[in-house]
């Protein structure tokens, strides 16, 4: 059982997360804001809740763990959450997408932090049994991570490193996927299905959990979880989100994968955002 | 039509007598091009003679790009070299041309491509096959033909992430006009396939994506053919695959169980002395 | 004129073009437009998003295409033409030799028009890429005037081609009532004296920008725009440049590696007194620093005042 407080904390800095993101995509008139904000609880329970092994002074310490956003498109919530850590200063962020910025619409490895260049959908999770298997020769404890979209498991690339890793028994290889069933034209059920998911990843030889993506019980419940718990075997998570989640009329509505919010839109996501906080402040 | 003609249709043990023929003719062709994949050809003997002669393809030799006939794409086309005599047998063009394999000015190169008349696509690079054949299914559909695409993939070709989103595709759109056959040697080039990258247990990958699926011993030629004809007949929404588990070399004992026959060629004397035990 | 999106206009000729010819097919990697959502709403059995799965677009595009459809197959320039760039190999290039194989690739994004995108969504080699199969035709639009003729030159065509497209919104070079002549696969814009730019897709605009900059210096430099890049009429193309004696080539891609300035070069070169040849481009590097296209041009040395310096130094 995780404990309420630190559930709080990381609700609370989700949000936070949440707002920055909302506010650096109006600036910059530009982003990808669904797909962010379905992995925004992804990404804080990772960064904050004590699963990654990280130093923001020092980032290329050898002995990391490594985080790669396979879906480069939701680079927006991990710079904020870069940012608040201390790889790079705050003030970075509002020249998001600007002329001279090092952060542009998708990561690459200008940006501290950042371990791959991501952005073409279906390199991360190759690029990461890469790097499971040099940590597990290399006997030195780091684990990867990675986090792809739903939609982007339509590219068969993303299946070449899924046979891999099985046949590797890259156990130090956690796979979570942001399942929330939308790409961009579509909902993947309607072009490109995934259903029954938990079945073709344990198919293919993945210790398979499936968990609510929003719950950050449920997350860190699984995270925490130590490794090889299924002897030899990559973990994948199915974490069933929801795109645009934390403001209303964005979550689940195809268009919001890269809609930049007018001002109405924007005042209606800030006072959304700040009521919870709000409400589970008190 | 040639799908019901006499003497392109045979009975279980005649089905057996064309499956030795072509392993002998095969070889033939290995004598005088060693750089044919050898022992994948000969694994796929009885997928390739069930097909043919067992009334399961409906086929022209008169004429190769007749509308009404069934489609077949072999996407391991380097070892589909013992189609060859087949395509020579129904027609598809003269048996003098078995004696020209890999030689300058032939048509039959060491690897098979879309000139050939007989071969729909051109194949070769791997992973290729099953895509194309979904947008031919796809086009079959639309012009509201009854007649199938049939697929030929060897098992390593699996570990191309080109084949899952085509398996993918297939299945979203009920490609019930599909059928895909997996050659399932379990060896690539270098070592068996489990050692590379375990792609075991195909069934379950194919049922959790959402495909029909069948098996069968890719050499009993009576139990392959009664297989793959229920794959064809077989009403269901979803597209089918047969896996058909077979022998990498089969037929051949130097070869059958080598990890590496793959880039194995036999010696003149070897496949002479073969041939000399098969027609005894 | 109000600038237009390429994109929507071309898919709209289409989706008019799909009433009446029921075997055309429209397939899309999970990429949109607006103009998409009336041709979805129109042809569902014959529009299909086969998902985020490049390759497999080329592939089911060439199996349709050869049952006889013709085929456009949408999405984002740089992943369609190097994610999928062997399934273009074998069953377009290849397979497009010996049998009909109608299919239109359709890639937008061509050269920095995802600016601040990022280096993954810049195309600066697809030109170069596509220069390099036979059997493929590169279209490549300066604007949206070509539109309306793109689909009929490919119904005629008949031959696998890949249309890059701009992915911004870009003003008309040429009037609305210009009839692109897919023969020549070129266009002469505005003669001048000794240098003739020579120019494809959004740099066509640029160099025109240059031209007249330079006009007003008293430097009269002439512009050619190709839209054909792989095919345009040499002999007319030679005849045009005959009368020039210094070259410029502008393309918003890689120089040296094949692209544009290869073109002019082995025209230039097959001469007996060959002249010189000046390729503008992106040098042996990528563009991280982010930015809009102006700030990207810029840094790679391709900003207005260094070209229009650079040509008075030549001049």
Redesign the interface.
């Known amino acids: 059982m995780v404990d309420a407080d630190k559930i709080e904390m990381l609700e609370d800095k989700a949000r936070a997360i949440r707002l920055t993101v909302l506010n650096m995509i109006a600036e910059a008139g530009k982003g990808h804001i669904g797909g962010a904000y379905s992995c925004t609880d992804i990404i804080v329970a990772l960064y904050y809740g004590g699963i990654l092994r990280f130093a923001p002074d020092n980032p290329s310490w050898g002995l990391r763990d490594r985080f790669i956003l396979s879906k480069g498109h939701s680079g927006s919530a991990l710079f904020a959450v870069l940012a608040d850590l201390g790889y790079f200063d705050t003030s970075e962020l509002a020249l998001y997408c600007k002329n001279g910025s090092i952060l542009g619409g998708h990561p690459d490895r200008n940006v501290p932090g950042i371990e791959a260049d991501t952005g073409s959908l279906g390199h991360g999770l190759g690029i990461g049994a890469g790097m499971a298997l040099a940590a597990k020769l290399n006997n030195t404890g780091q684990r990867v991570f990675v986090l792809v979209g739903d939609g982007e498991c339509a590219e068969g690339a993303v299946w070449e490193a899924m046979v891999f890793a099985a046949r590797h028994k890259l156990a130090n290889l956690t796979l979570i996927i942001d399942r929330n069933r939308q790409c961009v034209l579509d909902f993947t059920e309607d072009c490109a299905p995934l259903d029954p998911f938990s079945d073709k990843l344990a198919a293919f030889g993945w210790d398979t959990r499936e968990i609510n993506g929003h719950s950050f019980e449920e997350i860190l419940a699984v995270l925490e979880e130590p490794v090889a718990i299924v002897e030899d075997r990559p973990r994948a998570i199915v974490a069933n989100t929801v795109k645009g989640k934390g403001v209303s009329f964005m979550e689940g509505i195809l268009k919001w994968h890269h809609a930049v919010p007018n001002q109405d839109e924007l005042f209606a996501a800030r006072t959304e955002l700040a009521q919870q906080t709000n409400y589970q402040a008190s | 039509m040639e799908e019901n003609s006499s003497n392109n249709t045979l009975l279980t043990p005649t089905l057996q007598e064309k499956c030795n023929w072509v392993r002998t003719e095969t070889l033939k062709i290995h004598k005088i091009a060693p750089g044919i994949r050898v022992a994948s050809a000969l694994s796929c003997v009885e997928i390739l003679v069930a097909l043919y002669y067992g009334k399961i393809l409906r086929f022209n030799p008169h004429n190769p790009s007749d509308e009404d006939r069934d489609r077949f794409i072999i996407s391991k086309a380097h070892g589909s070299v013992s189609f060859y005599p087949i395509l020579a047998d129904l027609g598809y063009f003269p048996f003098d041309q078995l004696g020209k394999v890999g030689k300058v000015g032939s048509i039959l190169g060491d690897i098979p491509d879309n000139s050939i008349p007989g071969y729909e696509t051109i194949n070769g690079s791997l992973g290729h096959g099953l895509g194309v054949a979904c947008g031919i299914a796809l086009g079959l559909k639309a012009k509201q033909s009854s007649r199938s695409v049939f697929v030929l993939l060897g098992d390593g070709e699996l570990f191309e992430g080109s084949v899952w989103e085509s398996i993918m595709f297939a299945s979203q759109h009920n490609l019930d006009n599909l059928v895909l056959i997996i050659d399932n040697n379990r060896i690539c080039m270098l070592d068996y396939c489990t050692k590379i990258i375990n792609i075991e247990p195909i069934e379950e990958k194919f049922a959790a994506f959402g495909w029909k699926h069948f098996t069968a011993d890719g050499h009993d030629i009576e139990e392959l053919h009664s297989v793959l004809s229920a794959a064809k007949e077989q009403a269901c929404s979803s597209p089918k695959v047969v896996i058909a588990n077979t022998v990498k070399g089969k037929g051949v004992p130097k070869l059958e169980g080598d990890s590496l026959c793959h880039i194995r060629a036999l010696k003149p004397e070897e496949i002479d002395a073969l041939l000399r035990e098969m027609q005894s | 004129m109000k600038p237009e999106v390429m994109r929507d206009l071309l898919i709209e000729d289409i989706c008019l073009r799909m009433k009446d010819n029921k075997k055309i ?1 429209f397939l ?1 990697a ?3 437009s607006p103009a ?1 959502d009336q041709l ?1 709403a129109d042809f569902p ?2 529009f ?9 677009l ?12 013709t085929v456009y197959a949408y999405a984002i320039a ?2 369609i033409s190097m ?1 999928a760039f ?2 273009i190999r ?2 377009l290039a ?2 497009g030799q ?2 009909e194989v109608n299919v239109n690739m359709i890639g937008v994004g061509a050269g920095l028009s ?1 600016d ?6 810049h195309c600066l080699e697809d030109i170069a890429l596509m220069n390099l199969l036979p059997n493929i035709s590169v279209i490549s639009p300066s604007d949206a005037t070509f539109m309306k003729d793109i689909v009929s030159y490919t119904l005629v065509n008949k031959k696998p081609s890949y249309i890059r497209l701009d992915g911004k919104a870009l003003p008309r070079i040429y009037d609305q009532t210009a009839k692109p002549d897919f023969n020549d696969g070129f266009c002469q814009i505005c003669k001048g004296e000794k240098i003739c730019i020579v120019a494809t897709g959004y740099m066509t605009h640029v160099a025109l920008k240059t031209a007249e900059v330079l006009k007003n210096d008293g430097i009269s430099v002439g512009v050619i725009d190709i839209y054909l890049v792989k095919s345009p009429d040499m002999d007319k193309l030679k005849a045009s440049l005959n009368e020039y004696s210094i070259f410029v080539t502008m393309e918003e891609g890689f120089i040296r590696k094949g692209g544009l300035d290869a073109l002019i070069t082995s025209i230039s070169s097959a001469t007996p007194s060959p002249k010189p040849v000046y390729p503008l481009g992106f040098d042996d590097q990528y563009v ?5 296209r102006k ?1 990207l041009h810029a840094l790679a040395g391709l900003g207005e005042d260094r070209i229009i310096e650079f040509i008075k130094s030549i001049n």
């Open positions: 097919f899309s999970d990429f949109g998409l979805r059995d014959r299909f998003n086969v998902g985020i799965a490049e390759q497999n080329v592939s089911i595009a060439a199996g349709l295409g050869l049952e006889g459809f740089p992943f994610r062997e399934q074998i069953s290849l397979m010996t049998r995802y601040v995108t990022g280096p993954t969504h991280f620093e982010v930015g809009d700030h």
